[in-house]
Structures are given as C-alpha cells and as structure tokens.
C-alpha cells in the first residue's frame, strides 16, 4: 500500500512538473510572439514612408512647425491650421496615433511596457521634454487620453499662465484696456524662468535664453479659455497669423510653487517677446514693478 502510494506521489510530481514546463514554453512562446509583433511594428514605424514626416517633424522641426500649429489649435482649434499647414498637422496626428494605439495596447496587457519603452522610447520622450508644453496640451485637448496620462499632461478644463509684468497683481489696476479679464485669473503660486527682460516703458517683455537673468512671476489657473483669446489681443498675439505679433504665446513645463509651498511641474502658459530688441533697456534684477495704485 505505501508503495502505491508512493508511486502515486512520484506520478503527480511528474504530472506537476509538466504541467509547469508545459506553461512556460507557453509563455516563451506568447513572450517570443510579443518580441516578434512589436519588432515589426518597430520596423514600419522606422522604414514605412507614411511615418516619415510626422518624425522629422517632431524630431527637427519642432520650435518652427510643430510647436506654432499645436499651440494655435488648442485655443482656436482647426480655424487655425492654414490651408497650407494642413499637411503637417496630419502627419502629426498620425505620429501620435500611432503611439496612442500602442498605449491601449499595453494598457490592455497586449504590449510589454519594457518592449514600448525599448523600442520606442526616444519617440515617446519627445512628447515629455520639458520645453515642448505646447504639444502636451494638444494631446489633452485632442483626445489622445492615454499619452497625455503618459507624459503626465494635465487635463483639458484648465490652463496656467505664467505673468511676470503689467498682468501681475498690483499692476493689472493700472492696465486700462484689460476689461474683465483680471476677475477670471485665478493665482495659484509662483515660479520663475531664465530669460532677458526688456523695458518697454509701460510694460516688460520676456526673450527667453539660458544664459539671462531668473525672471519672477505669478502663476494663474484659467478655466476658460475666452479668457487666453482675450489675453491673445490684450498682448497683440495673432495665433493663426504669427508674423506681426509683438507677443507669442508658448507653453513649457516650469516649476510652480504653489501656495501651500509645493513644487508642481506644470505645463505653462506665457507670453514672450517677438520683436526686435536691440537697444532696448534690460530690466535690472529682472523684476518688473509697477506703482500699487
């Protein structure tokens, strides 16, 4: 009876043992399936002449393409995009496409997050590269839910602004020709950036560089966007035709201190001089201040 017994044993441990083989040459097989999938995506992405543009696009052309056109269609959506701009919008979506589809993919267990960020990763982390603001609130704006969770975008109901001149508080009462706006910024903390600082007489302008002065300012929520179309005249900004703005309006991730004394990474608003500078005075200290009235 006990060698029955035992070789009962011995015939469930090797039944066991099989069973344990038989699941992990499968799940070699599924891992070795995903590697081969997610090889040739990889493959057409690089080779596929349709992806072509939209990462030249992202990779090159960012600043003097892409960030205009995202930036314009946030607020004013497709009246934006100029006829002759349309062609790389399109190439841009399909860009971001391309990863919001692979990003449901691993959300949904069909794609290694190792795998996505081995292979993809550059083209992923140029979507989170602190300077491009701009494209990140275009993902929220646009619907790709799942890269904006992954660039860590916050949602579409409110946006930040940066001021650092007459918009602050304590110089808006003098400001005549701002209406209503004021009521609708909402002051959520401080931060700073580095950049010259020009004076105008009436007002500063901001000329972004990594070699100026800390520009301090204000930080502001918005949760209505007729507010930043507002602020678009107030500052002479022209989104869908930028050549005669005397301000453009960009967006780029700065290190908010809000005023509970936490550090917030967050994609910001601010309005930078677009015109020519020379001879024009440099802010000392780069601090704008205005007479409390």
Not at 103 to 132: I, T
Not at 203 to 231: C, F, W
Request: negative net charge; glycine residues 6%; aromatic residues 14%.
């Amino acid at each position: 009876m006990i060698e029955t017994n035992q070789v009962q044993i011995v015939f469930d441990v090797f039944i066991l043992l099989g069973g344990v083989f038989a699941y992990v040459s499968y799940v070699r097989s599924k891992r070795l399936d995903a590697l081969k999938w997610i090889h040739e995506v990889f493959e057409k992405f690089n080779f596929d002449p349709e992806f072509q543009k939209g990462k030249e696009l992202l990779d090159f052309d960012y600043d003097t393409r892409v960030k205009p056109l995202v930036e314009a269609w946030v607020i004013e959506k497709n009246a934006a995009i100029p006829v002759d701009k349309r062609c790389d919008l399109l190439a841009i979506d399909q860009y971001l496409n391309h990863f919001e589809h692979l990003s449901y993919l691993k959300e949904e267990h069909q794609v290694y997050e190792e795998d996505l960020n081995a292979y993809f990763g550059y083209w992923l982390g140029l979507l989170s590269e602190p300077e491009r603001g701009g494209v990140r609130r275009y993902l929220a704006h646009a619907g790709y839910e799942r890269l904006a969770s992954y660039t860590k975008a916050h949602d579409e109901t409110v946006e930040y602004l940066f001021v650092y001149g007459s918009l602050k508080s304590g110089c808006r009462e003098q400001v005549k020709d701002i209406g209503n706006i004021a009521s609708k910024l909402r002051l959520i903390g401080t931060s700073e950036i580095t950049g010259t600082l020009y004076d105008f007489g009436d007002y500063p302008g901001l000329v972004l560089n990594s070699s100026g002065q800390t520009i301090k300012g204000e930080v502001y929520a918005i949760d209505d966007l007729e507010v930043l179309r507002s602020l678009d005249a107030y500052e002479e900004f022209y989104p869908v035709d930028q050549e005669p703005s005397e301000f453009v309006r960009t967006c780029i991730q700065m290190d908010v201190v809000l005023k509970t004394g936490r550090r917030d990474p967050t994609d910001t608003w601010i309005y930078v001089y677009a015109k020519d500078v020379t001879d024009v005075p440099v802010v000392e200290g780069g601090t704008w201040l205005c007479v409390a009235v």
